[in-house]
């Protein structure tokens, strides 16, 4: 077998395979082999075909196969063995049928879409701007004011307040504000409503400065657009009735339940934070700082990455590209892709593409590699937040551990983390090479910053 290649252009090339009967002739006669010895072929006993017959049967396609399956392997040994960035798959010039009885000496060819030779130079001669957000003194307190909401305790109070609970009896009344009575009238015992999860500030007003023992006048259908899930649970009957249940109720109020904050203490920073991390109020304070800026920081990181990708398109982005290749491979590797509108698909894949080579040239000088504690340490980041959405703030670390190891488990999930962990890599290497332009902002502002149209 003779395996060789001609540039046909500074990013294109034409591999050649030549192939003889001493290349194949053996893998044939072995295969056939084995067909007869595990096929049950009618008129024989297994293991007692001629070789003739075989040959008559499966001859054809078995040499076939074996002839593809060869040269494939040629050109892939070729290709591995003499480092060729190649993109996409060869892809064959002609496909040709194999005329096994006239000739047995075959010449296949296959064009090569090569990577351009980018020379991608990362220094501190590059800026790119850089926008942390501020953590402002409102952000913490806001932050500190959920955290003791969160940890707080409920507790009986002597007036209704925005958080409160309110328990009592519900009468349905009639249009005149009488209590409905008879068959039919809806009357509960005992119920509990949340003025705070109403979605009608007029309804969630009557509830202001009550009492225990005060009588509100209410509209329950009101109080959630009429969804018929909470009117269900408040007026405690079917999901069907609830639907059809617009009048006013009177509500008795037998106890006010209100939420008192948490005090800072030793018993709530390790609530908030875990034991033994925060010992004093300073500590709190700047931790949660740290946690409010580590929550910000993606949204820096995003409009970096974004600032990032601009640059190095502008340095590095006028590369040449074999594009009738590329094209050629994705008609045959994707049906949606025809000759009619190939031209167009392929135009819009260019940058994306582009991109792609920039980046795997830099992971590549940067010898950036993603391993498994790499993995691990991120879908612990992720298991973490996803305990914190629940109020599980100080999980220890197994716990936190054990439920990475079954993000990493899901076959879903697996390949987004690599992709992440990836990039990450990629642009913290690249903020180590360049100059940080860095321009500290607000909130605001860096709001107004996103929202304005891209030139």
């Known amino acids: 077998m003779n395996v060789s290649m001609q540039k046909t252009s500074e990013v294109s090339g034409r591999l050649t395979v030549e192939i003889t009967p001493a290349d194949y002739e053996a893998k044939v006669k072995e295969d056939l082999k084995k067909i007869g010895k595990t096929h049950t072929i009618p ?22 196969d074996v ?15 003499n480092k060729l960035e190649v993109l996409g798959h060869p892809v064959p010039v002609e496909v040709i049928e194999l005329d096994l009885k006239n000739k047995s ?32 003194e409102e952000m913490v307190k806001e932050q500190d004011e959920a955290f003791r909401k969160r940890f707080g305790k409920q507790e009986p109070g002597e007036t209704t307040e925005p958080d409160c609970l309110v328990k009592g009896s519900l009468m349905e ?29 007029e309804e969630r007003a009557k509830f202001a400065d009550k009492k225990v023992g005060d009588k509100i006048v209410f509209n329950p259908w009101n109080t959630c657009n009429g969804n018929p899930t909470e009117l269900s649970s408040m007026l405690q009957i079917d999901k069907e009735k609830a639907a059809d249940v617009k009048a006013d109720f009177e509500l008795t109020v037998s106890e006010i339940i209100v939420l008192r904050p948490a005090e800072h203490n030793d018993e709530f920073y390790t609530n908030v934070f875990g034991a033994d991390k925060i010992h004093s109020e300073e500590e709190y304070t700047e931790e949660v700082k740290r946690m409010i800026a580590g929550q910000l920081s993606g949204n820096s990181e995003m409009v970096f990455r ?37 031209d167009e698909e392929f135009a819009k894949m260019i940058p994306d593409l582009k991109w792609q080579l920039i ?10 590699e993603v391993t498994d504690d790499d993995m691990l340490e991120y879908a612990r980041g992720m298991a973490a937040q996803q305990l914190a959405q629940y109020g599980m703030t100080n999980m220890d670390i197994e716990t936190i551990t054990g439920f990475a190891k079954n993000i990493l488990a899901d076959k879903q999930w697996a390949p987004r983390i690599h992709e992440q962990v990836a990039a990450t890599k990629l642009f913290d290497y690249i903020k180590s ?7 500290p902002m607000s909130l605001d502002a860096f709001r107004e910053m996103v929202s304005k149209p891209q030139e």
């Open 359 to 368: 980046t795997d040239k830099i992971a590549e000088q940067g010898k950036l």
């Open 173 to 201: 009344l009639n249009p005149d504000g009488t209590i409905k009575e008879g068959e039919g009238a809806i009357q509960v015992v005992s119920t509990i409503v949340g003025p705070k999860f109403f979605t009608s500030d």
């Open 67 to 81: 002839i593809n399956e060869t040269v494939y392997k040629a050109v892939i040994d070729y290709i591995n063995d």
């Open 105 to 136: 000496d075959f010449t296949f060819e296959y064009d090569l879409a090569l990577a351009p030779a980018l020379n991608i130079e990362l220094n501190k001669d590059i800026t790119i701007p850089y926008y942390p957000i501020e953590v402002s």
């Open 43 to 64: 008129g024989f006993r297994k293991g007692h075909v001629s070789m003739a017959d075989l040959q008559r049967r499966f001859g054809k396609q078995v040499a076939s």
């Open 433 to 439: 090479q360049v100059s940080l332009d860095e321009h």
């Open 306 to 342: 974004g600032d990032v990708r601009k640059a190095l398109m502008e340095r590095y982005g006028e590369m040449q590209l074999p594009e009738e290749i590329l094209k050629r491979w994705l008609m045959t590797r994707e049906a949606n892709f025809t000759a009619e509108n190939i």
